[in-house]
């Protein structure tokens, strides 16, 4: 790792954020992170991030790519849909957020923790993107590599790789 | 009024890391890590990225609380101005000129930095790890940003809380103060 410093803290946030105590399920945070990195054309972390969704969605897979077509029009909970609603407009910038938003997810059933770790996600993910296509990394063609990625995230979390000397 | 219930007396961010404090301790080693840990920019140098990311996402409390960072850090109230209209005019050096534009760039989106303007900074003599910092502490600003705003956290009252405020982070850096935040409550 280039930088195990500052990489540490960035997989502390990846593993509190999306495996941390929430009332959101690892899926719906995973499916999160996939929409925000999508509408931010990341195409490692969506890839990534949608793996991991598909890969704790189980039989319910395909609502990772219901979402990222149109997530009014996919099977989740109206609770999610609001969320997602509120996960877009952070992408685009955090002054977006409007109270009318944040009373349609309160209506839906969401709650104070709800609405804080879906902006945050979304927040983290604005930064996760912007860290990943600013230092141009290596980002891997094959969808198999991704499906690999995405069971990795679930099976082991997210946590700073040992170091090869 | 904030979306959620964050307490009255810490404004934009600091209700926040106060709200969920779980979250917060691993944002807040990483910004203590990029903004005061070991680097060869300075931490005037940094608090100064910070602020144009700030000032670029129109987040009033982060750019204002960063704005004061820097004029303690540096005795200098006009470099912020003056980067803020343009950092290519202002008294920075020619290498902070490249790194500012980076940051700029990873504002818009981390898609729109291009080569052209890495082997810039590498010709104004940045190092890689100069640029992995100021890519990162763009990044890491638009992710406070879009928290801070993205749950309609209050401003405070008095502007005289972003000098105290700035003189915190310059004093005390980004960790939690092990005492809390009780005794910023006003005695009513």
Known sequence: ????????????????????????????????????????????????????????????????????????SSAVSNKMKALLNIAAKV???????????????REAGANDLDIHDTVLIAASFSMFNRYVDGLNSLTPENKDDYKEMGIRMVEKGYSLPKQKK | MAYIPVEEHLPGITGLLEFRKDTAAPIRALTQELLRGPSTLTEAERELIATV????????????????????????????????????TAAVSDKMKTLLHIAT?????????????????????????????????????????????????????????????GERLVNHGYTRLPQGYDHLKKNK
């Not at chain 1, 992408?91 to 009373?103: F, L, N, T, W, Y």
């Not at chain 2, 000032?55 to 980067?83: K, R, W, Y």
């Not at chain 2, 052209?116 to 910092?133: C, L, Q």
């Open chain 2, 105 to 165: 760039l990873v504002r818009v989106s981390g898609k729109s930095v291009t080569p052209e303007s890495i082997d810039d900074a590498k010709a104004a003599g940045a190092t890689d790890i100069e640029i992995h910092d100021t890519v990162l502490i763009a990044a890491l600003f638009c992710l406070y940003n879009r928290y801070v705003d993205g749950l309609g956290t209050a401003l405070p009252d008095d502007v005289s809380y972003y000098k105290t405020l």
């Open chain 1, 1 to 72: 790792m280039f930088r195990p410093e500052t990489g540490k803290y960035l997989y502390e946030i990846a593993q509190t954020l999306l495996r941390g105590p929430s009332p959101l399920k690892e899926s719906e945070r995973e499916m999160i992170a996939a929409y925000v990195s999508n509408k931010n054309n990341c195409g490692f972390c969506m890839n990534s991030h949608a793996a991991a969704a598909r890969c704790l969605l189980g039989d319910e897979e395909s609502l990772m790519d219901d979402i990222l077509n149109d997530p009014d």
């Open chain 1, 91 to 105: 992408q685009v910038s955090g002054r977006e957020v409007s109270q009318e938003d944040i009373d349609n997810a």
């Open chain 2, 53 to 88: 990311i700030s000032s670029g996402n129109e987040c009033n409390f982060c750019s204002a609380a960063h704005t004061a960072a820097v004029e303690a850090l540096s005795g200098d109230s006009m470099i912020v101005e003056q980067v803020k209209r343009d950092y290519r």
